[in-house]
C-alpha cells in the first residue's frame, strides 16, 4: 500500500489553542466546554453555540462534519464501528476541523496529502469527499473490522504517533452512536435561530450528497430515521433550520434540547 502517512502528526501547538480535552476517571470524555467555545466570537458561554453529544461537547462547526462522516459511512455501508474509527482519526488529525494548512501538504479533516495520492487539495478538503476516501481505504485493510480502533485508524493514516488515536475513541464512540441512530435522540445544538431564506435548496442538495438516495425522504428505519434527525440538528446553523421533530419528540434550537412532543411523528423540520 501507497505511504499516506506524514512524520509529524500534531500541528504546531499555537494552532491548537482552541482545542482541550476533558479527562474523568482516567479516559477521555470529549472536548472542554471552554475549550470548544474559544476563538467564536468573544461571547459569554451563555450566549455562545454549542452542540453535544452525551459528554462530548463540541462546536456547531465540529459537529456538522462529525454528521457528515458519519451519513458518508452509513451511505457507503460501513459498520458504525468503522464511523467510530473515522471519528477518532479525525479528532486526532484536525478536531474536526476542515484545516487548510498542516504537516507539509497534509489539508483537511484527515489530513490527507495530495502528493501521497489521497487527491487534489480541493478533494481533500471537501469533508464528503475526503471522508469518502478514508473509508475507501479503511475497507482495503485486511481483518479492520476486529481491530481496536486506534489499530484500525493507523493501518490507514500510517501516523508517526500510531497510539495517538486511542485518547479519542470513547469520546469517537459516543458521538458515533447519536450520528448513526443507535441511540435516540442522542445529538443537540443550542444557538440563536436565525432565518436563511433560500437555504431550503442548499439542504436538500446537502442531504442527497451526505445521506444518499432519497436524502431527507429516504425510507427509513428507526435507526436511519434517528440519524438522518441528527444529520439535521447538526447541520441546522448553517441551514438555517430551527425545529426537528421525530416519533413523539421534538428539538428545537434556542432550547437546545429534545421534548416531548405527540404531534412529532415522522420526520419534520423547520
Known amino acids: 500500500m501507497q505511504e499516506h502517512g506524514r512524520k509529524n502528526r500534531f500541528l504546531p501547538a499555537r494552532r491548537w489553542q482552541d482545542v482541550g480535552v476533558r479527562r474523568r476517571a482516567g479516559w477521555v470524555v470529549g472536548l472542554t466546554l471552554a475549550a470548544a467555545l474559544t476563538g467564536c ?3 459569554t458561554p451563555q450566549t455562545l453555540p454549542l452542540c453535544t453529544a452525551g459528554s462530548v461537547v463540541l462546536t456547531p462547526e465540529q459537529t456538522a462534519n462529525a454528521a457528515t462522516i458519519a451519513a458518508v459511512g452509513k451511505r457507503l455501508g460501513m459498520p458504525n464501528h468503522a464511523v467510530t474509527v473515522a471519528l477518532a482519526t479525525a479528532f486526532q488529525e484536525s478536531r474536526l476541523r476542515n484545516l487548510d494548512y498542516g504537516d507539509r501538504d497534509s489539508l ?16 481533500v478538503r471537501t469533508p464528503r469527499l475526503a471522508a469518502a476516501s478514508f473509508y475507501t481505504h479503511l475497507r482495503r485493510v485486511p481483518g479492520w473490522r476486529s481491530m ?6 493507523q493501518r490507514v493514516q500510517r501516523s508517526a504517533f500510531p ?4 485518547q479519542w475513541e470513547d469520546a469517537a464512540r459516543e458521538l458515533a452512536r447519536a450520528l448513526t441512530g443507535e441511540v435516540h435522540a442522542g445529538l443537540v445544538c443550542q444557538f440563536a435561530p436565525a432565518p436563511k431564506p433560500g437555504a431550503g435548496p442548499a439542504l436538500q442538495t446537502a ?9 431527507l425522504a429516504r425510507v427509513r428505519t428507526p435507526a436511519i430515521a434517528w440519524s438522518t434527525a441528527s444529520w439535521l ?16 419528540q421534538r428539538w428545537e434550537a434556542k432550547r437546545g434540547s429534545w421534548q416531548a412532543d405527540t404531534a412529532a ?3 419534520t423540520w423547520s
Do not use: I
Not at 209 to 215: E, I, S, V, Y
Open 41 to 43: 466570537g468573544g461571547g
Open 148 to 153: 481496536p480502533v486506534t489499530e484500525a485508524a
Open 163 to 166: 497510539d495517538a488515536y486511542a
Open 233 to 248: 440538528v447538526a447541520h441546522a446553523r448553517s441551514y438555517g433550520v430551527s425545529s426537528v421533530g421525530l416519533a413523539g
Open 108 to 123: 483537511g479533516l484527515f489530513q490527507q496529502r495530495p502528493s501521497q495520492g489521497w487527491g487534489s487539495p480541493a478533494r
Open 207 to 215: 442531504a442527497l450528497a451526505d445521506l444518499g438516495p432519497g436524502g
Open 265 to 267: 411523528r415522522d420526520l
